[in-house]
């Protein structure tokens, strides 16, 4: 048996199951973004059962978009550990039973344990797994794959929202959880399509290094990261191969380019958020009525979806394959570039086209967060990273709509928050840029004798990472011959 | 002495006036105003008032604008569409208006709507008087459980003199008395908004609750549709969404199950035969479902 699993890892499908992986991350991202969005529906039906008010009830939103993302990379280490389909059926379990017994609610502080902390943790224990096995089933077609995945958020809300409306005026809002609860349950499902793989890389060329960079990441000494290893097979494992596996797990933390993309992680979500939340109240600001500030959302939710699949198909292209770092940067950058314009727009027709632009990048850079993540780390290390990533979005998430909110407190006008969003994000995609060029440079001056005629800094760890592939295919045909 | 005589004159005379100016209460009541301006010809205007309690109120209608200016026109009232007797007026035009004034003395019974009408023009001007509107109604019930509680509100702008919650059996209505089933209502009066919460909800609750705002005049009325479900109704669904989600799972893990034994069979020594094809595959950039089989014997736990 392990004899076979040394030579039997393969190189990624690019089809095949992988779209039933791809179709199971899409339900994923339906049940767990587009249900904690669709809860702020319930809110007004807290609100009167419970005689609170609106503050009471916002916590819970936050408390299961916050779980979510901060126990992320608890997602990611138990998906590495057990399986990630164990991670995914667990969190569908957990969620669900979280959903179900918040119907049985008595008062509001029952509800941020039951629907806030347990479902949020259910939630976080699907997400970061789902998101990694789509990356290790996808090679080629690696942005489409994530593209059509995350559009699920999208698309789940739009479906959603009326869906939920709709159940709680025929059950109220006991019974719509209850409901809600059997509907999260299909996570299960999602998680029993998801197949563990061991991927051929992980043997032969684990970590796509710089080459130019002294470092290098050793490759874990036990077979691989297990996504896919027998729980059977840990019981030989002892306690100090263990540590020095976790250890191992996360060594992508010291590469360079993970810590500058995680720094422009962070900025990012602290940007991105905040146009999100105040393009209504802006825009009834600025006099647009309330029925044309609720179409701006919907452009903006419809014309995500579209950015999340056309971009992801668009960076798959083999021209832009080797830009792809640059096309997210583009992507951030303009998203940055549309927030500071908002302050000259101030009727409907003028802000239609930024909503519209809006939404188009924001689905583009959400299509290519684990693409260009799973560029600088590789797939060995994707779902360590992922939760890595998913837990620095969670802190930004929280802080920045309550300072958005003082800065339009104090100023008086919404200028202030779409410019410090604005410049959030186009400081993160310069951030990127100018390490990029820092690269390029170095290289240039060191290698003045290679012929690197293209952009390498980036794309040069594509283009090892497609010689190896080459290699793997070199060394399986003279074994066979 | 004059001086004197003067002084008792004058004391007589403020006194007099002292008398004179003094309003009996029984006199003169007060009188609210309402006026409309309507401008040009063939309008129809309408006017909303909020009537609380029983009072004398003058409707005024103000025409402005009128082509030709006319050295007069007649205007007559009517009420709820029916004319009122003796009501027709010549109204002369002063300073580019024609004003015409009627007062109502308005009782329960006079609420409705008041039109005063100019034929020559075809303008009319309607208030329609009545009690405060309860508004947002909600058209479709509120649905709750038994043994649940469940709070129904009623708000109004202005502040009526007291609430009160009734149950609509058929065609009478019962008023829910707090009490006498403490248990089972409470009933909560801020205002110009009130709740009321019925606790132990059981399938008898199930019906029309009336909230009353009571003014002088006439109580205004809403009503509220509560319906009271047993736990078994969203649970059907709920279960069959739990069924249909073993019933995935199962298929999905049979499945792999059955395609695993043709794992075993494969030996050892085939395993870079099996791994080249599927890497041929993958390189062909084929998605067909068909080659599954092929790649599933790769894939392991």
């Known amino acids: 048996m392990a004899q076979e699993k040394k030579k039997g890892g393969v190189l990624p499908p690019d089809g095949g199951w992988g779209w039933m992986i791809v179709a199971g991350c899409f339900v994923v991202t339906v049940c767990t973004r587009a249900v904690t969005r669709c809860i702020s529906i319930f809110f007004v039906e807290f609100q009167m059962h419970f005689a609170r008010d609106y503050s009471g009830t916002a916590w819970i939103h936050s408390l299961v978009d916050c779980t979510t993302m901060l126990c992320a990379p608890l997602g990611s280490l138990i998906g590495n550990r057990l399986s990630c389909r164990v991670a995914v059926i667990l969190g569908g379990f957990l969620s669900s039973i979280g959903l179900v017994l918040s119907s049985f609610a008595t008062s509001l502080e029952y509800l941020y344990l039951t629907l806030g902390v347990l479902t949020g943790l259910g939630f976080a224990l699907c997400y970061t797994p789902a998101i990694a096995m789509v990356g290790l089933y996808f090679c080629e077609r690696k942005a489409l794959a994530y593209g059509i995945a995350m559009s699920g958020s999208g698309i789940g809300t739009f479906i959603l929202a009326p869906v939920v409306q709709l159940l709680i005026e025929h059950y109220s809002w006991r019974g719509a959880l209850l409901i809600l609860g059997g509907f999260v349950s299909n996570l299960c499902v999602c998680g029993a399509l998801i197949r563990p793989i061991i991927l051929k890389e992980e043997e032969a060329c684990p970590l796509p290094v710089d080459s130019e960079c002294e470092y290098g990441v050793k490759p874990p000494m036990v077979n691989g990261v297990p996504s896919g290893k027998a729980v059977g097979d840990k019981l030989e494992i002892d306690a100090k191969q263990r540590c020095l596996r976790s250890m191992q797990e996360y060594n992508f933390l010291l590469i360079p380019d993970f810590l500058v993309l995680a720094g422009s992680f962070l900025l990012l979500a602290s940007g991105c958020s905040l146009p999100f939340v105040y393009l209504v109240p802006y825009a009834l600001d600025v006099g647009v009525s309330h029925q044309h500030a609720a179409f701006l959302m919907s452009i903006l939710g419809v014309i995500d979806i579209i950015g999340n699949i056309t971009f992801g198909w668009l960076t798959d292209r083999r021209c832009l394959k080797k830009y792809r770092n640059i096309c997210y940067m583009f992507a951030v950058g303009m998203e940055g570039l549309c927030c500071l314009f908002i302050p000259l727009l101030r009727t409907f027709a003028l802000l239609v086209p930024f909503s519209v632009l809006y939404g188009y990048f924001d689905g583009a850079y959400v299509a290519l967060i684990p693409v260009v993540t799973s560029d600088v780390v590789g797939t060995t290390y994707l779902s360590s990273a992922l939760g890595v990533v998913y837990f620095l979005h969670a802190v930004p998430y929280l802080v920045s709509p309550p300072i958005g909110g003082w800065l339009v407190d104090t100023t008086g006008t919404y200028t202030a928050t779409f410019f410090l969003s604005g410049f959030a994000l186009i400081s993160s995609s310069l951030l990127l840029f100018s390490v990029a060029v820092i690269r390029r440079c170095q290289r240039n001056q060191k290698n003045s004798l290679r012929k690197d005629p293209k952009w390498v800094s980036c794309e040069d760890k594509q283009v090892d990472y497609y010689t190896s592939k080459k290699k793997d295919l070199m060394i399986i045909i003279p074994a066979t011959s | ?301």
């Open chain 2, 1 to 301: 002495m004059a001086s004197f005589r003067h002084l008792i004159l004058l004391l007589l005379y403020c006194d007099g006036m002292k008398t004179e100016t003094t309003p009996s209460p029984q006199s003169d009541p007060v009188i609210t105003t309402r006026k409309v301006v309507s401008k040009g010809q063939n309008q129809v205007t309408i006017e909303e008032l909020a009537i609380l309690k029983p009072q004398t109120i003058e409707l005024s209608c103000y025409l402005t604008d009128i082509p030709n200016n006319p050295p007069y026109l007649t205007g007559y009232w009517t009420k709820d569409g029916k004319g009122i007797v003796n009501s027709e007026e010549t109204v002369n035009r002063t300073n580019e208006q024609y004003i015409l004034k009627k007062t109502f003395d308005i009782l329960a019974k006079d609420l409705g709507n008041y039109s005063c009408i100019f034929k020559e023009i075809q303008t009319q001007v309607t208030f329609v008087l009545d009690v405060p509107v309860i508004k947002d109604k909600r058209d479709k019930p509120i649905v709750s459980y038994t043994g649940d509680s469940v709070v129904l509100a009623c708000k109004l702008k202005q502040t009526p003199n007291t609430w009160n919650w009734y149950k609509a059996n058929n065609t009478e209505k019962g008023l829910i008395n707090v009490t006498a089933n403490p248990l089972n209502y409470k009933i909560f009066i801020h205002g110009n908004e009130t709740k009321l919460t019925v606790l132990n909800l059981t399938e008898e609750d199930s019906g029309k609750y009336i909230c009353s705002a009571e003014f002088d005049i006439k109580p205004s009325e809403s009503y509220i549709e509560l319906k009271v479900l047993s736990y078994i109704e969203p649970l059907k669904p709920f279960i069959a969404i739990v069924l249909e989600v073993i019933v995935l799972v199962t298929l999905i893990f049979l499945w792999e199950k059955c395609n695993k034994p043709q794992n075993d069979n494969i030996s050892a020594g085939e395993n870079e035969l099996c791994s080249e094809q599927i890497s041929k595959l993958t390189r062909d950039d084929s998605n067909g479902v068909e080659n599954n089989t092929a790649r599933q014997r790769k894939l392991e736990h």
